[in-house]
């Protein structure tokens, strides 16, 4: 996520913690990691500069987009790590809408950090 939480963290703070917790836990398993999708809603960060939010609706286009690119080239199983509590209805509604025409399991995780 580009947000700021304010001049005590660096600007993408949710996104770094999830990254971190990713690439963990993907060099543990021994499985492909995607890159991260910068971009989420946080309308209630925007009073810091730097912060950069989109719709819900976007997002929730972004996922679902991503998700069947996924599952078109022969994924089962997707586990999203997610760093940001804003983008969990799109992710929701992405999840149900992708696992109603594909074969594609997905879960997903919020790394809570601060706030």
């Known amino acids: 996520m580009i947000e700021a ?3 005590h963290l ?3 703070t949710d996104a770094l913690m999830a990254i971190y917790v990713a690439e963990k836990a993907a060099e543990e398993a021994g499985v492909l990691l995607l890159p991260p999708i910068w971009y989420g809603t ?3 960060l925007e009073k810091f500069p730097g ?3 989109i719709s819900g609706e976007t997002l929730y286009r972004l996922y679902k987009e991503v998700f069947m690119e996924v599952a078109r080239n022969g994924v089962r199983y997707l586990v999203v790590v ?3 509590g804003g983008n969990i ?3 929701k509604m992405a999840t ?3 696992a109603k025409s594909t074969d594609l399991t997905i879960i997903f995780q919020l790394v809570d ?3």
């Open 5 to 7: 939480h304010g001049p």
């Open 10 to 12: 660096p600007l993408g």
């Open 42 to 44: 946080t309308y209630v």
């Open 51 to 53: 912060t950069i939010s």
């Open 82 to 84: 997610n760093g940001h």
């Open 89 to 91: 209805d799109a992710l």
């Open 96 to 98: 149900k809408d992708v």
């Open 113 to 115: 950090g601060p706030s």
